[in-house]
């Protein structure tokens, strides 16, 4: 009867037929008294959200302090009622490192503080040598890490929060919930991200009994590290991410599983190419549209194109059948911004962040109202926040640089970007950022260097190239101001080419050929300015700097002209004839001369003021 009522009880709770699972476990504990029953019903409680009841059961038990199992089922289910600070006295504070295992290919000794090596205390063993008991045991000891780490990220304690998901994974590499807190809350760097992976020990996924091929015994742990290195930063190591998502496809057949497209996608929209980004979303959301991350990404997308319809159908949609979730108020936000809402988008970006503290692209959009009405102090604020929430992503500290340079902070927009260079070296969006905060320091050649940098990162990426067209720019200024004027013609050859006609760029074009002597391969490509926007005022003014440096040089040519002909311009020659000609050409010449000088005395007066406008040489306008 007691196995009968047991496979009842299993039976009921596959089918999450729950009350009929509590009926019958009931009865069984009444019957058994056993501990194991006890637990069972305890779970089934779990299941059917009685988190009160099925604490209580274990409480009234004793099983909690019997067994690692009891102790984190109590746990989840003080987490489940809010009760943090309950659940860490009861998880303690204490973290089982014997249990921690490292990659013994790469660590096999380590070195004390004094220098000598040192074997590890607790040798590691091979996961076939430890039994069934002791497995279950290490399993649950890594889910109370994480536990551990919910609570502290709760009280706001990150950096504990961090510790503790990672001692899960020492602990037990399989422990999912841990590297997703450590990677969707960006609590590492992508450096870290690459180091910690390096560390753990994959070799302890058990494989299925049975087999004795040693190469089927290491696939497990290969799959698993092949499936966490797809979830990683994009900005470190693309190729890595690239050959794991090729193996995966190939072997295994996961190239329609939603996590690979979307990291996929998340990959794309690193390189700004959003049009590819955008079809891997939507086509993960057309199979299931309550994939919620996939949500960030495809928004973000349709921002870039500016695609309001689609957003406002995303947002409606999420509204109408989700509004419990902080995604659907982070669509809902975004729309508002795209629409220049700004007031609208900030309420709906602070109530995604307050339904979910960890919402990082919700903080985000906060700080981007602000910066979108130019309240630069608020916005550093709100950025700030955001970098202390989410200590592992560079991006709050390069929009906290492009907001102090926007207030001419220079200093301070420094300091930022180069904490966020610290963090991620690989992202040309931070490299052009502190090539523009060099250049306007003056300090040319390491501006020019962080420029090409990020070039031939965004080169080795595959990212599109017209997104990069404004560091293509920069990089030319920068060779202009240096007067690499060759160099400079060939990168706005490019920048127009690539991305169509550009006002600026013709002009930044006319000044070099200016400098170069060549005032009428200047004035050409003024005209061509002109073309695309014809009330441009530097352009206006340059070209007739142009024309007049054009009319001087044909002045010059004149007067060769005339020494070379044999007239004396002097009055001496040969005959009446010949002198009534030279007097005329020298009456001629004289006047023509004498509006070269009124010209060029107020084209010097017009260049006075245009440098007092600022428009010269260390301007934005070109």
Known sequence: MERFLRDWRQDALNKAQYDSAIFIGDKLLAMTKDDNDAFWLAQVHFAA?????????????????????????????????????????????????????????????????????????????????????????????????????????????????????KDALRIDVQCYEAFTQLVRNSLM?????????????????????????????????????????????????????????????????????????????????????????????????????????????????????????????????????????????????????????????????????????????????????FAAEGEHDQAITAYSTAARLFTGTHLPQVFLGMQNHAMNNMTAAEEYLKSAYSLCRTDPLLLNEMGIVLYHQDRLKDAAKFFQQALRIADETDADPHAWLGARTNLGHAYRRLRLFDEALDEFDVVLRDGGKNAAVFCAKALILLDKGLPDEAARVLHEALAVNPQDPIATELLNKALEESSMGDVAGLMGGLSTSGLDLAGGGGGEEDEGMGELEMDRFEAELEGKKVAARARMERRARWKAAGTGDKGRGC
């Open 189 to 369: 760097s992508p450096d870290e991200e690459d180091e910690f992976m390096q560390s753990l020990d994959f070799n302890t996924v058990r494989a299925p009994k049975g087999g004795d091929d040693p190469e089927l015994k290491t696939e497990p742990g290969d799959y698993v590290h092949m499936l966490y290195q797809t979830q990683l930063s994009k900005y470190r190591n693309p190729r890595a991410f690239n050959t794991a998502i090729e193996s995966l496809s190939t072997h295994y057949g996961l190239e329609d599983n939603a996590d690979l497209l979307l990291a996929r996608a998340d990959l794309l929209y690193t390189q700004c190419r959003f049009k590819d980004a955008l079809a891997i979303t939507a086509s993960v959301l057309q199979e299931d549209k309550s994939n919620f991350p996939a949500y960030p990404v495809h928004l973000a997308c349709l921002y870039e194109l500016k695609q309001t319809n689609e957003l406002f159908l995303v947002a409606h949609d999420l509204a109408d059948n989700h509004p419990e979730h902080a995604c659907t108020w982070l669509a809902v936000g975004t729309y508002y911004l795209a629409t220049s809402k700004i007031a609208d988008a900030r309420r709906y970006f602070s109530k995604s962040s307050m339904m979910d503290a960890t919402f990082g692209p919700a903080w985000i959009g906060f700080a981007h109202t």
């Open 49 to 165: 959200g009685n988190h009160t009841r099925a604490h209580d059961l274990l409480t009234k038990h004793n099983l909690i302090g019997s067994n690692p199992s009891c102790r984190y089922l109590a746990a989840h289910c003080l987490i489940r009622q809010g009760n943090f600070s309950d659940a860490l006295a009861l998880l303690g504070e204490l973290t089982p490192t014997h249990l921690f295992t490292t990659n013994t290919k790469r660590k096999t000794t380590r070195t004390t503080a004094r220098g000598t090596r040192a074997s590890s205390k607790n040798p590691d063993r091979q996961p076939d040598d430890i039994s069934e008991e002791e497995w279950s045991t290490r399993r649950y000891e890594a889910g109370m890490c994480y536990l551990r780490g919910l609570c502290y990220a709760k009280e706001n304690a990150f950096d504990r929060a961090k510790e503790a998901y």
